[in-house]
């Protein structure tokens, strides 16, 4: 696994409509994305929110981070013509 990349952090907020969750980006948390994808040539980026352990009144009391996972290239799904099928265990 690679290094992890943070890239920002968020707070719940509470409002008369209910929880809110207000992101905050710097611009140099911009930069992290954009250099994450151009490296990867991705279209897409996910980042997760996480919640973070230790939380002061006033402050975030979230953090985000991209997610990298990828799949692994042995675990890619076989069509459904190539699957075995044994008509003995069917319950019918």
């Known amino acids: 696994m690679s290094e992890k990349i943070y890239c920002g952090n968020a707070k719940i907020v509470k409002t008369q409509f209910g929880e809110m969750t207000k992101i905050s980006l710097h611009k140099d948390d911009i930069n992290k994305i954009v250099k ?3 490296e990867g040539n991705l279209d897409w980026c996910n980042i997760v929110i996480k919640e973070k352990q230790n939380k002061t009144d006033g ?22 013509s190539e699957v075995q099928q044994d008509d003995d265990n069917l319950p019918f």
């Open 36 to 38: 994450f994808m151009k």
């Open 59 to 80: 402050k975030p009391t979230h953090y985000l981070e991209i997610d990298d996972w990828k799949p692994t290239p042995d675990a890619t799904p076989q069509p459904a």
